[in-house]
């Protein structure tokens, strides 16, 4: 019997490139044991929760996603626990939340060495990795316990599952399986190969191509200067709905390639690690820095054997994927992996209500242009705290400069000798906000989000939105229901004050990841 894992992940050029492999033999002691299911974890980046056909999207060609749903758990109000690669994989991995596995943003080494991979080999199964991202990859840690593992940075989604199942060959056929298969594709820019069904979306395809030549500051794009990004929306939504439908296929090539080697009946645990704004609170082709359930929110299903089928709207989070495998698997409880997560099948096992509230927050706003944001760019490049008309920067090297968006909104002219009063100002409010770690905080329920967002004056503003009656997420509702928002507050407080109390350390970057992060927009 097979069990099945699924999520999405980013996508920028069409050819695979070999970066990564490690290459024990596939082997496993004493051959399958009662019980030892096969377990496939599919990936998926970028996969909006709201663009998949069983989740009411009218223009989605998703019928194997949407097959899979209609056999088993769908979680239409599932989360990650931050709207970036590498740390939700890592979630996912480990069924712990960023603060406790140690990459708290993309491309960040986790430092926990237990995963599901070192679980399920200690107890006899093969185990095979395959990437389509230099951002989820041994560079990460999160080749922990695989026996294979290669990265074929950006390769097509039907070229990575071509990969897998020719490593899943080499597994011996009486060899439970672990397979973790991490999709690239609906990453903008929004370019699904030629000979696949797609719009024409000229505008779109014009900034794609721009992008994918490196010849885009993104920043730009994702801030909607000059009106780039609403002039090309209608077209760009077309084209992310076709590289979904794209994928959509591959995983059906997958499936049904297993299936056809004998490993029938799979469980499946699909979900994404983050979603993609689509012009949400004025963030465009973009995820990460803002926690709106354009990203916040994604795709969770459960489907094989001993999993009832069923639709719900009860809170999910990436990270309760492993502690329902582990339960499913019949690992015993004092041999599990220390968890953030919940065991999602006791709802339908026992009727048990699960988590109740989903928390988490978001990465950090890396351009240091994109101002609406408090704290923006990086450590190691330009970074600044942007008021409500002056934005204070520093470089890597420390000099100091000011600059006026009023007049300059691109950051282009240095005023700090004409304005030294609000370059002090702002200098003073900077000290409780760190680089890379000053973020906007989450506490959501099944209907209602308590957002905290940074302040120049200090702490957080909260509002509360009902993302069910309010799926934009435009009206804050906190007077309307105090109760409700003072409770979510009391857990997000507690909740932050667990965060904090990590150490908040940036890790330098190598080239080679600095290169990948510019390949996928996330830095100039």
Same mark, same amino acid.
């Given at each position: 019997?097979?069990?099945?894992?699924?999520?999405?992940?980013?996508?920028?050029?069409?050819?695979?490139?070999?970066?990564?492999?490690?290459?024990?033999?596939?082997?496993?002691?004493?051959?399958?044991?009662?019980?030892?299911?096969?377990?496939? +974890?599919?990936?998926?980046?970028?996969?909006?929760?709201?663009?998949?056909?069983?989740?009411?999207?009218?223009?989605?060609?998703?019928?194997?996603?949407?097959?899979?749903?209609?056999?088993?758990?769908?979680?239409?109000?599932?989360?990650?626990?931050?709207?970036?690669?590498?740390? *939700?994989?890592?979630?996912?991995?480990?069924?712990?939340?960023?603060?406790?596995?140690? *990459?708290?943003?993309?491309?960040?080494?986790?430092?926990?060495? *237990?995963?599901? *991979?070192?679980?399920?080999?200690?107890?006899?199964?093969?185990?095979?990795?395959?990437?389509?991202?230099?951002?989820?990859?041994?560079?990460?840690?999160?080749?922990?316990?695989?026996?294979?593992?290669?990265?074929? &940075?950006?390769?097509?989604?039907?070229?990575?599952?071509?990969?897998?199942?020719?490593?899943?060959?080499?597994?011996?056929?009486?060899?439970?399986?672990?397979?973790?298969?991490?999709?690239?594709?609906? &990453?903008?820019?929004?370019?699904?190969?030629?000979?696949?069904?797609?719009?024409?979306?000229?505008?779109?395809?014009?900034?794609?191509?721009?992008?994918?030549?490196?010849?885009?500051?993104?920043?730009?794009?994702?801030?909607?200067?000059?009106?780039?990004?609403?002039?090309?929306?209608?077209?760009?939504?077309?084209?992310?709905?076709?590289?979904?439908?794209?994928?959509?296929?591959?995983?059906?090539?997958?499936?049904?390639?297993?299936?056809?080697?004998?490993?029938?009946?799979?469980?499946?645990?699909?979900? %994404?690690?983050?979603?993609?704004?689509?012009?949400?609170?004025?963030?465009?082709?973009?995820?990460?820095?803002?926690?709106?359930?354009?990203?916040?929110?994604?795709?969770?299903?459960?489907?094989?054997?001993?999993?009832?089928?069923?639709?719900?709207?009860?809170?999910?989070?990436?990270?309760?994927?492993?502690?329902?495998?582990?339960?499913?698997?019949?690992?015993?409880?004092?041999?599990? +992996?220390?968890?953030?997560?919940?065991?999602?099948?006791?709802?339908?096992?026992?009727?048990?209500?699960?988590?109740?509230?989903?928390?988490?927050?978001?990465?950090?706003?890396?351009?240091?242009?994109?101002?609406?944001?408090?704290?923006?760019?990086?450590?190691?490049?330009?970074?600044?705290?942007?008021?409500?008309?002056?934005?204070?920067?520093?470089?890597?090297?420390?000099?100091?400069?000011?600059?006026?968006?009023?007049?300059?909104?691109?950051?282009?002219?240095?005023?700090?000798?004409?304005?030294?009063?609000?370059?002090?100002? +702002?200098?003073?409010?900077?000290?409780?906000?760190?680089?890379?770690?000053?973020?906007?905080?989450?506490?959501?329920?099944?209907?209602?989000?308590?957002?905290?967002?940074?302040?120049?004056?200090?702490?957080?503003?909260?509002?509360?939105?009902?993302?069910?009656?309010?799926?934009?997420?435009? %009206?804050?509702?906190?007077?309307?229901?105090?109760?409700?928002?003072?409770?979510?507050?009391?857990?997000?407080?507690?909740?932050?004050?667990?965060?904090?109390?990590?150490?908040?350390?940036?890790?330098?970057?190598?080239?080679?990841?600095?290169?990948?992060?510019?390949?996928?927009?996330?830095?100039?």
């Amino acid at each position: 019997m097979t069990w099945v894992l699924l999520l999405f992940s980013c996508q920028t050029e069409p050819a695979p490139t070999p970066v990564a492999s490690v290459q024990p033999a596939l082997t496993c002691p004493g051959g399958r044991q009662p019980g030892q299911h096969d377990v496939v +974890l599919l990936t998926i980046d970028t996969l909006r929760a709201d663009r998949l056909g069983y989740a009411g999207h009218p223009a989605a060609q998703t019928p194997h996603l949407d097959s899979l749903a209609g056999r088993g758990q769908a979680y239409l109000e599932a989360t990650t626990p931050l709207p970036r690669t590498t740390p *939700a994989l890592a979630s996912l991995l480990t069924g712990l939340q960023p603060h406790h596995h140690g *990459a708290r943003e993309v491309g960040d080494k986790i430092t926990v060495k *237990a995963t599901l *991979a070192t679980q399920l080999q200690s107890r006899g199964w093969a185990t095979v990795g395959m990437s389509a991202m230099k951002v989820a990859s041994p560079d990460q840690g999160l080749d922990a316990g695989f026996q294979s593992f290669d990265v074929l &940075h950006d390769a097509r989604a039907h070229d990575l599952t071509a990969a897998a199942l020719s490593r899943v060959d080499e597994v011996p056929a009486d060899c439970p399986l672990m397979l973790w298969i991490h999709y690239a594709d609906p &990453h903008f820019p929004y370019l699904p190969p030629s000979d696949f069904p797609q719009p024409a979306a000229p505008a779109c395809r014009k900034l794609g191509e721009k992008a994918a030549a490196g010849k885009l500051r993104r920043y730009k794009l994702f801030s909607d200067l000059d009106g780039m990004a609403t002039g090309a929306l209608a077209g760009c939504s077309q084209l992310y709905d076709a590289e979904i439908a794209y994928t959509d296929t591959a995983v059906g090539a997958l499936l049904q390639g297993l299936s056809a080697r004998g490993r029938t009946d799979p469980l499946v645990v699909f979900t %994404a690690d983050h979603g993609e704004n689509m012009g949400e609170w004025g963030l465009f082709f973009e995820h990460g820095p803002n926690v709106h359930d354009a990203s916040f929110r994604v795709p969770l299903v459960i489907a094989g054997p001993g999993v009832p089928a069923g639709r719900t709207e009860a809170v999910a989070r990436v990270e309760d994927a492993v502690p329902t495998l582990e339960s499913l698997l019949q690992i015993p409880a004092a041999s599990r +992996l220390p968890s953030d997560g919940a065991d999602l099948s006791m709802r339908w096992r026992e009727g048990a209500p699960g988590p109740q509230v989903a928390l988490g927050e978001s990465g950090s706003a890396l351009h240091a242009r994109l101002t609406d944001y408090l704290v923006t760019g990086r450590k190691s490049r330009m970074h600044c705290i942007n008021g409500p008309r002056f934005s204070f920067c520093r470089s890597a090297k420390g000099k100091e400069s000011l600059y006026d968006r009023s007049s300059d909104p691109q950051l282009s002219t240095n005023v700090i000798t004409h304005h030294p009063a609000d370059a002090a100002r +702002l200098k003073e409010a900077w000290t409780p906000w760190p680089v890379e770690r000053t973020r906007q905080r989450v506490a959501r329920t099944s209907q209602f989000s308590l957002v905290g967002r940074p302040q120049l004056s200090g702490g957080y503003a909260y509002a509360l939105y009902d993302h069910r009656m309010d799926p934009h997420m435009t %009206a804050d509702i906190s007077t309307a229901h105090p109760e409700e928002a003072q409770r979510l507050q009391t857990a997000l407080v507690a909740w932050g004050a667990s965060v904090d109390g990590q150490q908040a350390t940036v890790e330098d970057r190598t080239e080679a990841l600095e290169e990948a992060l510019r390949s996928l927009g996330y830095v100039e």
